[in-house]
């Protein structure tokens, strides 16, 4: 009996030990793009980001100067509330969102985002709202998934189906962008199928042809990890 003690003793902390190398392992592999995609976050600081300037209209009102200043002022109240964890993008509930420094045209983009519950998103594509982040249980949703374009009028603004994971677990988008057609895909799944993103800032004019992507948030803790894009143009 304390032979088969002993042994049990050993297999548990064998398992032990293959479960610690395996999240080690696992962690290793975090923020490391895939074959033919660039990382947006590099996994230890938010170089390569900057905090939000009103928005694509207003920004192109304003003189260099009175730009560089405005960015100031977003970039240091952007660092107040977004911060680097473990490999991870982590934002606090407060501020603005967090905005790429470089602005981007056509493009394939990887992510993986959670939210805890009640949770309510989204990802700005070219500086415009937006492909829809949230809990399907909020009250907003009201049943629907993530990865819709939460902002069309005309175009359709809901996801094919819902696909996203348990409240408090990791999703991941692909996300494609050519010219005004976006699809997406949550967790393997088709979501949004080559549909337009319009315009939300000017109606009245099609998507702009390049602008910056930015993680967006309403009011809840937000995560966002391996973040990588394929630019197409």
């Known amino acids: ?3 088969m003690k002993r042994v049990a003793t ?5 398992l032990a030990v293959s479960a610690l190398n395996f999240a080690a392992a696992e962690e290793e592999k975090l923020n490391q793009p895939p074959e033919g995609y660039k990382a947006l976050f590099n996994g230890k600081d938010l170089t390569g980001w900057k905090g939000l300037v009103g928005s694509p209209k207003t920004r192109a ?3 260099p100067e009175e730009l560089a200043e405005a960015q100031k002022k977003a970039d240091d109240e952007m660092k ?4 680097v964890v473990d490999g991870v993008i982590v934002f606090d509930g407060k501020g603005k969102s967090l905005c790429t420094a470089k602005d981007y045209g056509d493009f394939d983009m990887l992510v993986d985002w959670k939210i805890k519950k009640d949770g309510d998103s989204g990802i700005y594509l070219r500086g415009s709202p937006q492909v829809q982040i949230w809990d399907p249980a909020v009250k907003a949703a009201n049943g629907v998934g993530s990865g819709g374009l939460y902002n069309n009028k005309k175009n359709p603004d809901k996801p094919l189906v819902t696909a996203d994971n348990p409240v408090g677990e990791w999703n991941t988008f692909r996300i494609k962008m050519v010219g005004e ?14 549909v337009t993103l319009e315009n939300y800032w000017e109606r009245d004019k099609p998507i702009y042809e390049s602008g910056q992507i930015e993680l967006q948030n309403h009011g ?3 995560y966002f990890r391996n973040v990588f894009i ?3 143009d």
């Open 10 to 14: 050993m297999l548990a902390v064998l």
């Open 1 to 3: 009996m304390t032979t």
């Open 61 to 63: 009102k304003m003189s």
């Open 220 to 222: 809840n803790t937000l």
């Open 230 to 232: 394929k630019e197409l």
């Open 181 to 194: 057609k976006v699809s997406v895909w949550l967790n393997g799944k088709l979501v949004t199928d080559n």
């Open 80 to 83: 107040e509330h977004w911060n």
